[in-house]
C-alpha cells in the first residue's frame, strides 16, 4: 500500500488559513493524491484531489511538491464547522478502486 | 435525498448472535464498499464490491459475509458476532473508475456495539 504521514493533530484560530501538510515519498507517477475530512459523528466526505499540478475547489486547494513527494491541503479562512479529522490518501491508479486510509490529522479550530 | 444510507444507525447486541447492516445508494455508482473503524478512528476497507461481483476482500474473518443483491445495495451479514466487532461501520460507493480519480461517497455509518 503506498503510504502517507501527517501531523497527528493540529490547530487554527477561526477565519485564518490552515495548512495541513502529508508526505507520500513512495507515491508513483501515476498515483493520485486524495483529501477526504471526516466531521465529528459522520462518514469520510470528498474534499480534493490532484496528480501534478495545484488544485483548487470551493472547499480547499491542494498545492503539491514539483517532486509529488509531499502535498499541503489549504483551507483558506477555517470556520468551526472545519473542524475534523483530514485524511491524505494516495489512490493508486492500476490497482483496485480501494483506499487505504492513514490515521490522518485532527483539525480543531478556536474560536 | 441521502446519497448513501445505511440501517440501523446503531445496533446494540450480544456476543453470538447474528445481525445485519444494510446499505443503499441511489447515486448510480457502480461499486460498492464496507470499511469498519474501530475505537482508535483508523479506518479499514473490508470489502469491495463491483456490480454485484465481490472484487476486494481485505483478510476479513469469514463470519462477515458482504451479499449484494443488485448494483444499489451492499448488505453485510455477520455471524457469531464477537466483542472485537464492535465499532462503526461505514458503507461507501463509487463509480468504479479504474482511475485514479475516482470519488466515494459514504454513508452515516453504524454504530455496533457487542457486549
Known amino acids: 500500500d503506498a503510504k502517507t504521514t501527517q501531523p497527528n493533530s493540529m490547530e487554527s484560530n477561526e477565519e485564518e488559513p490552515v495548512h495541513l501538510p502529508c508526505n507520500h515519498s513512495t507515491i508513483s507517477g501515476t498515483d493520485y493524491i486524495h483529501w477526504y475530512r471526516q466531521l465529528p459523528s459522520q462518514g469520510p466526505e470528498y474534499v480534493i484531489h490532484g496528480l501534478t499540478s495545484n488544485v483548487n475547489n470551493r472547499m480547499a486547494s491542494l498545492a503539491i511538491a514539483e517532486d509529488r513527494k509531499s502535498s499541503t491541503l489549504i483551507l483558506h479562512r477555517a470556520t468551526l464547522r472545519d473542524a475534523a479529522v483530514y485524511y491524505c490518501i494516495l489512490r493508486v491508479s492500476n490497482t483496485g478502486n480501494q483506499f487505504y486510509f492513514g490515521t490522518g490529522t485532527s483539525l480543531t479550530v478556536i474560536p | 435525498d441521502t446519497a448513501v444510507s445505511q440501517t440501523p444507525k446503531y445496533l446494540v447486541t450480544q456476543m453470538g448472535n447474528d445481525k445485519s447492516i444494510k446499505c443503499e445508494q441511489n447515486l448510480g455508482h457502480d461499486t460498492m464498499y464496507w470499511y469498519k473503524q474501530d475505537s482508535k478512528k483508523f479506518l479499514k476497507i473490508m470489502f469491495s464490491?463491483?456490480?454485484?461481483?465481490?472484487?476486494i476482500n481485505e483478510t476479513v474473518p469469514n463470519r462477515f459475509s458482504p451479499k449484494s443483491p443488485d448494483k444499489a445495495h451492499l448488505n453485510l451479514h455477520i455471524n457469531s458476532l464477537e466483542l472485537g466487532d464492535s465499532a462503526v461501520y461505514f458503507c461507501?460507493?463509487?463509480?468504479?473508475?479504474?482511475?485514479?480519480?475516482?470519488?466515494?461517497?459514504f454513508g452515516p455509518g453504524t454504530r455496533l456495539t457487542v457486549l
Open positions: 464490491y463491483n456490480n454485484k461481483e465481490l472484487i
Open positions: 461507501a460507493s463509487s463509480q468504479g473508475l479504474a482511475r485514479g480519480t475516482d470519488t466515494q461517497y
